[in-house]
């Protein structure tokens, strides 16, 4: 298992480093055909470029810090670098988008005619490159399992890839029509673009980092299957949080019959771990043994159904 992880975020850290690579080239070129060009659009599309690279650089920093070995004070280890990443990056994205739709509706009042090739050969330039860097970094596993950093910066290349496409089709709508606000608009597209696939990041960072129940998880499930263990008299005290997005963890109170012995309180446990893991996909599991009437009389049990405090 460790060294299928340590496995998987080298190759995260390959895939962001070439994605590095091309956001500085993009941007490099996006900013020489805009000043050239005086393209609103290809400005914004430089600024998303720009949000790209520095993103990227600290997304590549947080897969390689990700992979430190935990310590006597990070028992954990590193494995939230990369959701604190994520949630900065989506949050500095908002930022950067307002921005531009403020600077699009000034362009809108005041319309000006770019030079249209630049736009069209760094809109192009720009799908393309996006496209191919994004196959690689794109993540295979399913959405509540997917590395919050990884998503974010595939996020980050798919909207680079669909603003460089709506430079292109602005630049064409300028040359074939004479529609200098096309300008504007492809501007302002660009910015919600931005925005909107911040929104879907911001939020699964912050279910994570406030320690929320898995989305594809039913605490409900879990206790209920807990409960139906053979040799499980009650359990209370139940947990259930993401470390990382499709990595779980869980803690417990488990009570047995008090004719158990030790070693038959232990076969339980282990029945639950196998339980957790083959069933839920908790690897993480911390369960307290307690003898039935001995345990604390303070204790909340978990009943199927109960309904606690959901953090949406």
């Known amino acids: 298992m460790v060294e299928r992880s340590h496995s998987q975020h080298a190759s995260r850290a390959a895939a962001l480093a070439s994605a590095v690579a091309v956001a500085v080239g993009l941007f490099a070129l996006k900013v020489a055909l805009a000043w050239f060009g005086g393209s609103l659009t290809l400005w914004s599309d430089a600024g998303h470029s720009l949000a790209d690279m520095i993103f990227m650089g600290s997304a590549y920093m947080a897969a390689r810090i990700a992979v430190r070995p935990p310590s006597p004070v990070m028992t954990w280890g590193y494995p ?17 988008s307002l921005g531009l ?3 699009a509706w000034l362009s809108w009042l005041h319309p000006a005619r770019p030079v249209v090739w630049t736009m069209v050969v760094g809109g192009a330039v720009g799908l393309g490159a996006n496209l191919a860097v994004g196959h690689r970094v794109r993540p295979h596993e399913p959405h509540g399992h997917q590395d919050l950093n990884l998503r974010s910066a595939w996020l980050h290349l798919v909207g680079d890839a669909a603003t460089s496409l709506a430079v292109v089709v602005a630049g064409v709508a300028i040359w074939w029509t004479g529609f200098l606000r096309a300008d504007a608009i492809g501007a302002a597209v660009i910015a919600v673009a931005m925005a909107g696939s911040s929104i879907g990041i911001v939020r699964d960072a912050w279910r994570v980092l406030m320690e929320a129940a898995p989305r594809d998880v039913s605490l409900d499930a879990v206790a209920a299957a807990m409960a139906a263990t053979a040799g499980v008299e009650s359990i209370h005290h139940v947990h259930l949080w993401a470390i990382t997005p499709g990595e779980w963890a869980l803690s417990a109170h488990v009570e047995v019959s008090t004719a158990r012995t030790l070693r038959d309180g232990q076969a339980v446990i282990r029945t639950l771990d196998e339980r957790l893991r083959e069933g839920f996909g908790i690897h993480h599991a911390t369960l307290q043994l307690e003898v039935a009437g001995d345990s604390d009389p303070r204790r909340h049990e978990h009943r199927v159904g109960q309904s606690d405090e959901h953090l949406d």
């Open 80 to 96: 939230r670098a990369g959701v604190l990443v994520g949630l900065l990056s989506a949050l500095a994205l908002v930022v950067l």
């Open 101 to 103: 739709l403020t600077e």
